[in-house]
């Protein structure tokens, strides 16, 4: 099977912009969390989306949001960005409830 | 809600030693434990993972051992080599509302040849 897959890989954008990064699951996975990394707070949970319902949220302010499709891709969509919102963004795709497979990331740097 | 603390932020072994790395978790209710290792530039990879109701578990040089009461698992890797060195996350899983990993702040392993 293909393994998951974020486009695009790197963005640049700047202060104000919005932005939205998607993310194909594993065939057959339903469940797509996203994860934003940064050297600073390394590996945070933005939220979970599962049969294109938002199950869980972690603590990110509502510039923050994301959306799942009925196929199961998803996209996450960051607005009035900031120049802290500079990170790897990852999702992962499950099968299971709990087993996470991560997508290579988007890179993406506010300036 | 979750914690999870690791130990130590780096560490340095010759090729062919033992590393170890320790997490402790703070939610009781959490019951799945995976570990993550990723490259430079590249995504993170699940090596192993361990479910609450087993004590340790265990593929080839890498093994994960659990203590419930204690709320810590541990990753040990046998015999290292070159190829090991790699950041090294754990993470908890905590099931209140769906599928969200909590992660340790990560361990940079170094392995000299």
């Known amino acids: 099977k293909a393994g998951v897959t974020q486009t695009p890989r790197y963005l640049i954008k700047t202060r104000g912009q919005q932005v939205t990064l998607s993310c194909s699951p594993i065939s057959g996975h339903r469940s797509v969390s996203w994860y934003q990394q940064t050297p600073g707070q390394g590996l945070q949970f933005l939220f979970e989306y599962f049969s294109e319902t938002q199950r869980n949220k972690g603590n990110f302010p509502g510039r923050f949001s994301g959306r799942q499709f009925s196929n199961s891709r998803s996209e996450m969509n960051v607005s009035t960005l900031e120049l802290g919102d500079s990170a790897l963004y990852l999702c992962a795709s499950s099968f299971t409830e709990e087993t996470q497979y991560f997508g290579p990331g988007t890179r993406l740097l506010v300036l | ?113």
């Open chain 2, 1 to 113: 809600g979750e914690n999870v603390e690791q130990h130590p932020s780096t560490l340095s072994v010759q090729e062919g030693d033992s590393a170890v790395i320790k997490c402790t978790y703070s939610d009781s209710a959490s019951n799945y434990f995976p570990w993550y290792k990723q490259e430079l530039g590249k995504r993170p990879q699940l090596i192993i993972d361990i479910r609450s109701n087993v004590g340790e578990k265990k593929d080839q040089r890498i093994a994960v051992t659990l203590n419930k009461t204690a709320k810590h698992f541990s990753l040990h890797i046998t015999e290292t080599q070159p190829e090991d060195s790699a950041v090294y996350f754990c993470a908890a899983m905590t099931k209140e509302y769906g599928n969200k990993l909590v992660f340790g702040a990560g361990t940079i392993l170094r392995v000299k040849s």
